[in-house]
């Protein structure tokens, strides 16, 4: 299911390092070429992981030198040596049998059944862990992303330069003891690539000058030099004050972090920020553990973005983020049906009035201390003085994958505030990361499965159903159809029609949405089973109406069309059947399966695919991400019915 690599062994993962490295041997880089020498001699010696590989393959627990040579296809006097040395440090045990060899096992023999193993791929900056714990996974997800996790075989995490940009460590060395935790034992090449790339998170910085203006910092002359000078003009800083600090023109912080971040050096903004009108706020609701981590990361950074799937309560830990700040808030929301959702909940989880809470939108337009704004009306010339009616100490992006680039234009003078983003969607398929990034901040999240393990998030089973032709006609019309024309028609395979009936009785109790892409095919299908097509044609106040008999049970299915993934917020479901909308991006299917991803009841999701058509790879294709989530993904290939 997923494109996890199978890994490599060490040795060819070093002797591929090899070829890079001490080619040129010249006077002066001799000595580089010996260290590098010792260092693959050092990385050659028999490791605790290996000697666990080869007591597997042998399928037993206590070896002989001779059989750990043998399976690791090493010399056996170097083995020996290798194991006398694990031993000396207490990982292994000898026994000498009087006549026999002598044998070995490790110290702690319930590590051959139980333990995890860590595999790292310095070259890949990969890492692949077996049964990771928590603890493990923990300290991972500071440093490294998941990639991959399917569950059986291994965990792949990758170390990318903006992973190690983004960790919340006060020093190199704080991280580095970070890793080595996790790793279990030092690996010098990924250190060294993750201190250069630590060094580079820190050589710029923007603070407050005691005068009130912003400053631009770098940590020496020559990266002032070659890299802000090179980049920033006058547009973006007045004259220097000294070789390594600029005087910032106000306003331009943002084009500032975000030329300085394409240029591989983000800019750590340690601004006093504003903190706008003072707003005293109690929370309600006691933050879970990982909500206040998220809290506290914030309050720390004074920006970010909480990245959590959804149901994971994020709004409840933005609202921890406003009684942080205890300044008036502007939050920006992607539709009125949210506002409105936040408007309640800000009303039932804080000490706030409801005279204290306004909304801002095509129905409502009230500012008020907390102020709850559409993407929209903010994006809209005759409401920008939204963003200057009052003196937001603090601005959140509600699903800020979604913000528009008018609204993010807009609002960059909001730089000096606090700024939250919350999103469930951290992959982007354009370069938004970096402008949420660089506009909002760096991402603040937990380990999603981590989140389903403790219970907070119901993991979602997931299933995709390659479904054959309704009929041949369609069938017909697909083969002779061409690019975009055969996604269409292949979407609308009549034969999903059926497969959505036998899912919904074969699950008669579960309160059910089914997702479409096209309009046609939604009414059909609503039709069909006798219930209402939810799409951007009906009226507002119909699918408020709707919705609301679906949230309190007096309906238990609805076939929605694409309007479902951006503009309302879907009420809970137990399944959902994604009949078409493989056409769109990875987010989409993202977003589908996280509606039912709510604590509630065992939600379960379909996706349906035409066999053998473009559909099917896409599919697959989609699914890999969430499987990458930690999901269970599965695939089940439907037969055609008699006689076809
Ligand atoms: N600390 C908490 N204590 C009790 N309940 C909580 C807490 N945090 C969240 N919840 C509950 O979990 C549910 C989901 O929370 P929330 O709406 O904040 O999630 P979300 O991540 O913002 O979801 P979405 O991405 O769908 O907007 C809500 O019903 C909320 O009441």
Same mark, same amino acid.
């Given at each position: 299911?997923?494109?996890?690599?199978?890994?490599?062994?060490?040795?060819?993962?070093?002797?591929?390092?090899?070829?890079?490295?001490?080619?040129?041997?010249?006077?002066?880089?001799?000595?580089?070429a010996e260290r590098n020498a010792e260092r693959r001699d050092d990385d050659r010696r028999v490791t605790l992981a290996e000697f666990h590989d080869a007591c597997q393959r042998e399928g037993r627990p206590v070896l002989t030198a001779g059989a750990v040579a043998r399976t690791l296809e090493r010399p056996h006097e170097s083995?020996?040596?290798?194991?006398?040395?694990?031993?000396?440090?207490?990982?292994?045990?000898?026994?000498?049998?009087?006549?026999?060899?002598?044998?070995?096992?490790?110290?702690?023999?319930?590590?051959?059944?139980?333990?995890?193993?860590?595999?790292?791929?310095?070259?890949?900056?990969?890492?692949?862990?077996?049964?990771?714990?928590?603890?493990?996974?923990?300290?991972?997800?500071?440093?490294?992303?998941?990639?991959?996790?399917?569950?059986?075989?291994?965990? &792949?995490?990758?170390?990318?330069?903006?992973?190690?940009?983004?960790?919340?460590?006060?020093?190199?060395?704080?991280?580095?003891?970070t890793m080595r935790q996790a790793l279990g034992e030092r690996s010098e090449s990924l250190e060294e690539w993750v201190h250069s790339q630590w060094d580079r998170a820190h050589q710029f910085r923007l603070t407050t000058h005691e005068d009130g203006y912003t400053v631009l910092e770098a940590k020496s002359p020559e990266v002032?030099?070659?890299?802000?000078?090179?980049?920033?003009?006058?547009?973006?800083? $007045?004259?220097?004050?000294?070789?390594?600090?600029?005087?910032?023109?106000?306003?331009?912080?943002?084009?500032?972090?975000?030329?300085?971040?394409?240029?591989?050096?983000?800019?750590?903004?340690?601004?006093?920020?504003?903190?706008?009108?003072?707003?005293?706020?109690?929370?309600?609701?006691?933050?879970?553990?990982?909500?206040?981590?998220?809290?506290?990361?914030?309050?720390?950074?004074?920006?970010?973005?909480?990245?959590?799937?959804?149901?994971?309560?994020?709004?409840?830990?933005?609202?921890?983020?406003?009684?942080?700040?205890?300044?008036?808030?502007?939050?920006?929301?992607?539709?009125?049906?949210?506002?409105?959702?936040?408007?309640?909940?800000?009303?039932?989880?804080?000490?706030?009035?409801?005279?204290?809470? !306004?909304?801002?939108?095509? +129905?409502?337009? /009230?500012?008020?201390?907390?102020?709850?704004?559409?993407?929209?009306?903010?994006?809209?010339?005759?409401?920008?003085?939204?963003?200057?009616?009052?003196?937001?100490?603090?601005?959140?992006?509600? /699903?800020?994958?979604?913000?528009?680039?008018?609204?993010? &234009?807009?609002?960059?003078?909001?730089?000096?505030?606090?700024?939250?983003?919350?999103?469930?969607?951290?992959?982007?398929?354009?370069?938004?990361?970096?402008?949420?990034?660089?506009?909002?901040?760096?991402?603040?999240?937990?380990?999603?499965?981590?989140?389903?393990?403790?219970?907070?998030?119901?993991?979602?089973?997931?299933?995709?159903?390659?479904?054959?032709?309704?009929?041949?006609?369609?069938?017909?019309?697909?083969?002779?159809?061409?690019?975009?024309?055969?996604?269409?028609?292949?979407?609308?395979?009549?034969?999903?029609? /059926?497969?959505?009936?036998?899912?919904?009785?074969?699950?008669?109790?579960?309160?059910?949405?089914?997702?479409?892409?096209?309009?046609?095919?939604?009414?059909?299908?609503?039709?069909?089973?006798?219930?209402?097509?939810?799409?951007?044609?009906? %009226? $507002?106040?119909?699918?408020?109406?709707?919705?609301? /008999?679906?949230?309190?049970?007096?309906?238990?299915?609805?076939?929605?069309?694409?309007?479902?993934?951006?503009?309302?917020?879907?009420?809970?479901?137990?399944?959902?059947?994604?009949?078409?909308?493989? !056409?769109?991006?990875?987010?989409? +299917?993202?977003?589908?399966?996280?509606?039912?991803?709510?604590?509630?009841?065992?939600?379960?999701?379909?996706?349906?695919?035409?066999?053998?058509?473009?559909?099917?790879?896409?599919?697959?294709?989609?699914?890999?991400?969430? +499987?990458?989530?930690?999901?269970?993904?599965?695939?089940?290939?439907?037969? %055609?019915?008699?006689?076809?």
């Open positions: 299911m997923t494109d996890e690599r199978e890994p490599n062994t060490d040795a060819e993962e070093f002797a591929a390092a090899d070829s890079d490295d001490g080619s040129e041997v010249d006077d002066e880089s001799r000595t580089v083995v020996s040596r290798d194991l006398d040395a694990l031993a000396d440090r207490g990982e292994l045990e000898r026994l000498s049998v009087s006549t026999d060899p002598v044998v070995w096992y490790p110290s702690e023999l319930e590590d051959l059944t139980d333990r995890e193993r860590v595999v790292v791929f310095p070259k890949r900056r990969e890492i692949v862990v077996d049964r990771p714990d928590q603890f493990t996974r923990a300290q991972l997800s500071q440093f490294a992303h998941l990639a991959d996790a399917n569950g059986e075989r291994g965990y &792949r995490y990758v170390v990318r330069p903006e992973d190690v940009w983004q960790a919340p460590h006060e020093s190199f060395d704080a991280l580095a003891r002032m030099g070659n890299v802000a000078r090179q980049k920033l003009d006058e547009d973006h800083v $007045h004259a220097p004050i000294s070789e390594t600090e600029d005087w910032v023109r106000e306003g331009s912080e943002a084009a500032i972090k975000r030329l300085l971040y394409e240029a591989g050096y983000p800019v750590q903004d340690h601004r006093d920020l504003d903190a706008g009108e003072a707003l005293p706020i109690d929370l309600r609701v006691s933050l879970r553990d990982y909500q206040r981590t998220w809290v506290d990361r914030f309050a720390e950074a004074g920006e970010g973005v909480f990245v959590g799937p959804p149901g994971s309560g994020k709004t409840v830990a933005a609202m921890g983020a406003m009684a942080h700040v205890e300044g008036e808030t502007l939050v920006l929301v992607p539709s009125r049906d949210l506002a409105r959702q936040w408007a309640d909940a800000v009303a039932e989880y804080t000490s706030l009035e409801p005279g204290q809470i !306004g909304q801002y939108h095509g +129905g409502r337009k /009230e500012v008020r201390p907390v102020t709850i704004a559409t993407y929209q009306i903010a994006g809209m010339d005759r409401h920008r003085s939204l963003f200057d009616d009052r003196e937001w100490g603090l601005v959140i992006f509600d /699903e800020c994958q979604h913000v528009p680039s008018d609204v993010y &234009r807009r609002s960059t003078h909001l730089q000096s505030r606090h700024r939250l983003g919350l999103s469930a969607s951290p992959i982007r398929e354009d370069d938004r990361q970096t402008e949420i990034f660089t506009l909002v901040g760096p991402p603040i999240g937990t380990d999603w499965q981590a989140l389903f393990d403790a219970g907070f998030v119901a993991e979602p089973e997931l299933e995709i159903r390659y479904v054959p032709w309704g009929d041949d006609e369609q069938r017909n019309a697909y083969v002779s159809a061409e690019g975009r024309e055969k996604y269409r028609i292949a979407a609308q395979n009549r034969g999903k029609l /059926e497969e959505v009936r036998y899912l919904l009785s074969s699950h008669p109790d579960s309160k059910a949405l089914v997702f479409v892409d096209y309009l046609e095919q939604g009414r059909e299908i609503a039709d069909a089973l006798g219930v209402p097509f939810l799409s951007g044609e009906t %009226p $507002h106040h119909e699918r408020r109406r709707l919705l609301e /008999e679906f949230r309190r049970d007096e309906r238990d299915l609805l076939v929605v069309s694409r309007v479902g993934d951006e503009g309302i917020d879907l009420p809970t479901a137990d399944l959902a059947v994604v009949a078409s909308g493989l !056409g769109g991006s990875r987010r989409q +299917g993202t977003q589908r399966a996280g509606r039912t991803m709510r604590p509630a009841g065992g939600a379960l999701v379909y996706v349906l695919a035409t066999r053998g058509s473009r559909e099917e790879d896409f599919a697959r294709r989609q699914l890999q991400h969430l +499987g990458r989530k930690g999901m269970t993904v599965r695939e089940r290939t439907l037969e %055609p019915a008699e006689g076809e």
